[in-house]
């Protein structure tokens, strides 16, 4: 592949145009299987597109090329992003690895984990799990009880985690434990382990929108590599703050990779299901305002979160920006699905059965997956507390008392 280094974007476009067009299966056009437990079980043609996209690193076009990543310019990513969009592709290289683990790893890695674990995420080789919050430790995770004991040449990790998303299809979980009961925060260290051993035990936690992606997680005796802690022994606390950061950014959108294409426009939608005026525009003034406004809220959103993105790398440690952009983006998005059902009117009512198209189906399941994302990845209200501390310096009250 030629090396553009950013300036070319045009020959760079028709590289990519060309790359989609000669490996992207028609089949997946406007779908988007990694949205859904499909990913757990793939098609050939699913296949065929994630090993295309993971060979060329174009699924993490940002990462270091050393790694697998595309090693490209931020510029040339947003070609990508466009490229898929235009085809109906979607990004076949995601999941928490790509989301969260891996930046992370990036940062707080040491050489030969980097080199062991961060290929196969930008190849799809293998999903990650999270194992953070447990049934006592939500909100204050710090007061997480999940045991980690040095047995010489591993650790033995004993204890419980709860909402962790993906983990019965999961290979690989990147996980907090207590390692010093003496202390809170200074007590905790991250490590990672396979998932593939007699120690883990998985439940999926049936949802109302019908679908299982949260679990709960049992730890008996479950083995930890020495090679595996990732930081420190005990500094696993500001470890998991950065990767909080790339989670929660990942979470509205900002981490600009998810492509999904294919899907319709609200406005389009709109279009179809309440009609034109002679005009040619949504027949129904209040809706077409406010799917307008919708949409200029969403592009303002996403530059904003870029210029935040951009800026952090300079950090040497967590942005509490990532709070307002984690409760500004999820209630965007809120509202694009209530839109949505809004449009599609009782068609977008529908649980089951042949009178209802499958995107009128996935529409109202959507809407009520959708109303999960004020509350994992940090619920709103959590986040405004730390908008207010950190970032208005407002006392705390609870402390006050």
Known sequence: MADFGGTDLE???????????????????????????????????????????????????????????GGLSPAEARVIQGEFARA????????????????TLLEYGNEAQKAEHIPPICRGDIQWCQGFSEPGAGSDLASLATKCEDKGDHYEINGSKIWTSGAQWADWCFCLVRTDTSKKHEGISFVLFTMHQPGVEVRPIPLIAGSSPFCETFFTDARAEKKDLVGPLNGGWTIAKRLLQHERSGLTGAGGSGMAGGAKSLEDMAKDYVGVDEQGRIDDQDLRMRIARNAMDWRAFQQTAMRVMSESKGNSGPSTASSILKN?????????????????????LGWEGEAFKP??????????????????????EVQSNIVSKRIL?????????
Do not use: C
């Open 88 to 103: 109906g592709a979607y990004n076949p290289i995601g999941g928490m690895g790509v989301m969260m683990f891996g930046p």
């Open 328 to 348: 500004a983006g999820t209630q965007l998005m809120q509202e694009k699905h209530e839109l949505a059902l809004e449009v599609m009117g009782h068609q977008g």
């Open 11 to 69: 020959a760079f476009r028709a590289e990519v145009r060309a790359f989609v067009e000669a490996n992207f299966p028609a089949s997946l056009k406007g779908k988007n299987p990694m949205m859904r437990e499909e990913r757990a079980k793939p098609t050939p043609d699913m296949e065929a597109w994630r090993k295309a996209v993971g060979e060329r690193g174009w699924g993490t076009p940002t990462w270091p090329k050393q790694y697998g990543g």
């Open 393 to 401: 310096g407002l006392p705390d009250l609870t402390q006050s008392k």
């Open 359 to 380: 995107e009128e189906l996935a529409a109202v399941r959507g809407w009520l997956f959708g109303k999960a994302f004020t509350i994992y990845g940090g619920s709103q």
